[in-house]
């Protein structure tokens, strides 16, 4: 493996008991209403760590699928990236009007205010940090993709598009938990708004479009049932989150756990300086992404890759390519190495074959080591 540049990587790869931080800082620092358990303070899931933040710094990874038992710790990582979360130009009129519609449509692209504002040279968009959607257990398709506002239709005999969660989870992270007990015809429209990038919903006469560009997590249980294959594929990345085999990582998790338990306040001022810094870091590596680029020579050879493993999707070179992009910007680099690539491989490469079954864990055992074969460079 190379040697990485960045602090961020090497802080995502430091393994067991990180060394007790400073003092607890004396000044305020907002936290009080927003308590949530840091997402660097998490013990080990590297794997995950890394999935989660290549996937806030490009969202063209295409969404991560968390498979593990329940008490890894995958809740408690999605919920930390929100004081992780890139900045986003988003717009500010509630019609969600966009300079872009304006290129695309021309002035009748945006409503009459915006039309106004642009004519002033005014911004129509401010910069806002990524928010964290998380989609309830009981969502019908309705809440979802939207629909017709029933209270309203009866009350004032009047018909309105009400928005789903999937628009207000535009240029935001949708988290799915226990995604395999969802309904099936609700995660096909949510993989096809995130696919797409908008979504039409029609109901009689009227329609209405909404830009739904996603982040998508989703996490599982394999124990409670599958997720079917054609539907995993639609992920970008694949974490397995196991459980810690280490005693000393083991007992380094239960006392964090207590420590947030019984003062979380002071357990977030511990590790409130590095959650900032790696932040900042996190927003430098999403603005570098536009500029990080792959050579046909690395190209070549994620090719290859996939073609020995004989893995069929196109889905598979788009998300190892762009998971690669992601991480080389971590790594403050513009060109994408072939060790980046390996560095996401088994994200990116695991359970693109449809062979699915109810021992996957030691079959994974298995397809990993033949990616690690794979991987290693003449
Ligand atoms: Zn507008």
């Known amino acids: ?52 933040i290549l996937t806030l710094i490009n969202r063209a990874v295409g969404g991560v699928l968390l498979m ?6 995958k809740t408690t990582a999605v919920r930390g990236l929100l004081d992780l979360m890139p900045i986003i ?3 500010s ?3 969600g009007c966009e300079p872009e519609d304006v290129y695309i449509y021309g002035m009748d692209g945006v409503c009459q205010d915006c039309a106004k504002k642009l004519g002033m040279g005014d911004p129509i968009t401010q910069p806002e940090p990524m928010k964290l959607v998380e989609l309830p257990l009981n969502s019908r398709l309705e809440d979802v993709v939207g629909g017709i506002n029933e209270r309203v239709a009866l009350e004032q005999k009047r018909v309105r598009l009400e928005r789903g969660i999937l628009s207000y989870a535009d240029q935001n992270l949708l988290y799915i ?22 979504y039409t919903v029609r109901r009689g006469p009227m329609a209405s479009t ?17 997720l079917r294959p054609q539907i995993q594929d639609r992920f970008g990345l694949r974490v397995l989150v196991r459980g810690m085999a280490d005693a000393a990582e083991r007992l380094e998790i239960y006392h964090r756990a207590m420590a947030y338990q019984r003062k979380p306040y002071i357990f977030v001022q511990q590790w409130a300086d590095d959650t900032e810094s790696f932040a900042s870091e996190m927003a430098e590596a999403h603005k570098r992404l536009a500029k ?28 190892l390519f762009e998971a690669g992009r992601a991480y080389a910007a971590a ?14 491989a088994l994200l990116a490469l695991r359970q693109r074959q449809s062979n699915f079954a109810t021992t996957y864990f030691n079959e994974q055992t298995v397809e990993d080591e033949k990616i690690k074969a794979v991987l290693v460079t003449p």
């Open 1 to 52: 493996m190379a040697k990485r540049q960045s602090q961020l990587l090497d802080i995502l790869y430091s393994r067991g008991p990180a060394a007790a931080k400073q003092a607890a800082k004396q000044q305020h620092r907002g936290l009080a209403s927003e308590l949530r358990y840091p997402f660097l303070a998490i013990v080990g899931q590297t794997e995950m760590k890394i999935a989660l």
């Open 68 to 73: 593990g038992a329940r008490g890894t710790a």
């Open 89 to 91: 130009e988003r717009s």
């Open 93 to 95: 009129c509630e019609y």
């Open 177 to 198: 938990d226990e995604i395999n007990l969802l309904d099936n015809n609700i995660i096909d429209a949510i993989l096809d708004a995130a696919a797409q990038g908008q």
């Open 210 to 226: 909404y830009h739904s560009r996603l982040t998508l997590v989703g996490s599982m249980n394999p124990e409670e049932g599958f």
């Open 292 to 319: 990080v680029t792959l050579t046909p020579e690395v190209e070549m050879e994620g090719l290859r890759w996939i073609e020995r493993l004989g893995i069929d999707s196109h889905r598979t070179e788009l998300t």
């Open 331 to 344: 790594d403050e680099r513009l060109t994408v190495t072939i060790e980046d690539l390996q560095a996401v």
